[in-house]
């Protein structure tokens, strides 16, 4: 399911990009351009902790976010710095309404699958992580967690990403 809609994307990004871009590439330059393309979203993509130009600490408790709010700016590089401190894995997934949604769908469709989204990370209970984002477009976003029951239950926050 997820294979086939790689392999979809792919096409489209494909159909969508002007062909004397890719006439010249040599193949393993082409499907680099195109894995990065589609890691691409559209408020940013996951950048190098090197790159990061400032850090928001989070911290996730009682199955909620520590702050529940933040503000970025266009063009920030940002590493978040997310400490579980519950007993349970939570997970902290950047998107709008409509991505949210759509891995939340996911996530009740496959329980257990392990996250393999740029735009995500998984805390394992009790342990520190990091996900570096570089966001390119100002509007909203959401943080969410969508292990079962979390996203419904209030485990998301509102993260504005300014001019
Ligand atoms: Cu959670």
Redesign the pocket.
Known sequence: MRYALTSLLAAIVLMAWPSRALANLPYESMAAAVQERMESFWFGHRAQPSQATRTIVVV?QG?RFIPANMTVRRGETVRFQITNR?R????FVLGDAAEQAEHEREMASMPGMPMNDPNGVTIAPGTTGNLVWTFTSAGELQYA???PG??EEG?VGQLTISE
């Open positions: 996730m199955s519950d349970i894995a939570h997970e967690c969508h292990l979390h996203y485990m």
